[in-house]
Nanobody, 120 residues
Framework: QVQLVESGGGLVQAGGSLRLSCAASGSIFSVNTMGWYRQAPGKQRELVATITSVGSTNYADSVKGRFTISGDNAKNSVYLQMNSLEPDDTAVYYC??????????????WGQGTQVTVSS
């Protein structure tokens, strides 16, 4: 089994910052990609940012220049530094990991979600 544990969500005023953290644990052989998705009320889940094990990053256009994703391969962890937050960033943020299990099987894991609320 693989678990993703997130932390760092909360309530912040527009223009403020938050940092999300996510750690993967369990029967993990290697992690290929980790990242963050978000889902606002009444909307579909959307990609925020991803990072591969070699450090390649991908961002949604809406967060480029404001959010920074980073990872720690040794800890199977990913972080999302969110600056200049806007009310439209309000959503539940989900950690995501694409990995190989100890049985060498591809597996996609999701965290339980952490709420980010940005007040205007």
């Amino acid at each position: 089994q693989v678990q993703l544990v997130e932390s760092g969500g909360g309530l912040v005023q527009a223009g403020g910052s938050l940092r999300l953290s996510c750690a993967a644990s369990g029967s993990i052989f290697s992690v290929n990609t980790m990242g963050w998705y978000r889902q606002a009320p009444g909307k579909q889940r959307e990609l925020v940012a991803t990072i591969t094990s070699v450090g390649s990053t991908n961002y949604a256009d809406s967060v480029k220049g404001r959010f920074t994703i980073s990872g720690d391969n040794a800890k199977n962890s990913v972080y999302l530094q969110m600056n200049s937050l806007e009310p439209d960033d309000t959503a539940v943020y989900y950690c995501y990991a694409q990995l190989l299990t100890n049985l060498r099987r591809r597996y996609v894991a999701w965290g339980q979600g952490t709420q980010v609320t940005v007040s205007s």
